[in-house]
Nanobody
Framework: QVQLVESGGGLVQAGGSLRLSCAAS????????LAWFRQAPGKEREFVAR????????SYADSVKGRFTISRDNSKDTVYLQMNSLEPEDTAVYYC???????????????WGQGTQVTVSS
């Protein structure tokens, strides 16, 4: 069992930056691939970024590529999402997830955090 707790969300103006954190507890953190997903009001949950167990492999949704960076610190059992050049379209609840494989499919992740709200004003 892995417990995930996100933090770092908030209100920011377009063009600004935020860094989300997701702290894990429970089973060995380094054994899990991690990902960030988001869900905007009235829309389905969508993949944002993923990172392999070692951190050596990452990938991003086209909509955030070049603006967002996912990273992890296995010594702190934490995964991060650095978000730069934020746009109003990035407004959503952001969730971190942990699972055995770093995929873009939410169904592959067994553990989820409660989410943190990110609101980008124009």
């Amino acid at each position: 069992q892995v417990q995930l707790v996100e933090s770092g969300g908030g209100l920011v103006q377009a063009g600004g930056s935020l860094r989300l954190s997701c702290a894990a507890s429970g089973r060995t953190f380094s054994g899990y691939a991690l990902a960030w997903f988001r869900q905007a009001p009235g829309k389905e949950r969508e993949f944002v970024a993923r990172i392999s167990q070692s951190g050596g492999i990452t990938s991003y949704a086209d909509s955030v590529k070049g603006r967002f960076t996912i990273s992890r610190d296995n010594s702190k059992d934490t995964v991060y999402l650095q978000m730069n050049s934020l746009e109003p379209e990035d407004t959503a609840v952001y969730y971190c997830a942990a699972g055995p494989m770093a995929t873009t499919e939410g169904r592959a992740y067994a553990y989820w955090g409660q989410g943190t709200q990110v609101t980008v004003s124009s």
